[in-house]
Nanobody, 131 residues
Framework: QEHLVESGGGLVQPGGSLRLSCAAS????????IGWFRQVPGKEREGVSC????????NYADSVTGRFTISRDNAKNTVYLQLNSLKPEDTAVYYC????????????????????????WGQGTQVTVSS
């Protein structure tokens, strides 16, 4: 059975850093674009960053550009999100999601934040930025 598991969340002071991991089990991430999303209670979930299945394209929300970095290690079947210069407004539950590109080579260098396109979702990891 296919699963995505996020880890690495926690409590950090403003200006601090965290590295989130998204590990897949039951399937290989090689042909999947991966997106990171976050949600605050009472607000809609928003896209934070994504990386194409090829690894050649990454996108970021304006609010995190220059502070967050997404990367993938297919050998470890894991995608990472490095969070630097964290702000209190980054506090949220962070989710990773996987989108299959195996049937469409034209999107293997593409990723976006359209949630319904994603096939698998993790359960989320809490990130709290507070002094």
């Amino acid at each position: 059975q296919e699963h995505l598991v996020e880890s690495g969340g926690g409590l950090v002071q403003p200006g601090g850093s965290l590295r989130l991991s998204c590990a897949a089990s039951g399937f290989t991430l090689d042909y999947y674009a991966i997106g990171w999303f976050r949600q605050v209670p009472g607000k809609e979930r928003e896209g934070v960053s994504c990386i194409s299945s090829s690894g050649g394209r990454a996108n970021y929300a304006d609010s995190v550009t220059g502070r967050f970095t997404i990367s993938r290690d297919n050998a470890k079947n894991t995608v990472y999100l490095q969070l630097n210069s964290l702000k209190p407004e980054d506090t949220a539950v962070y989710y990773c999601a996987a989108l299959s590109t195996i049937d469409d080579v034209t999107i293997q260098h593409h990723c976006d934040f359209i949630e319904y396109e994603y096939d698998y979702w993790g359960q989320g990891t809490q990130v709290t930025v507070s002094s």
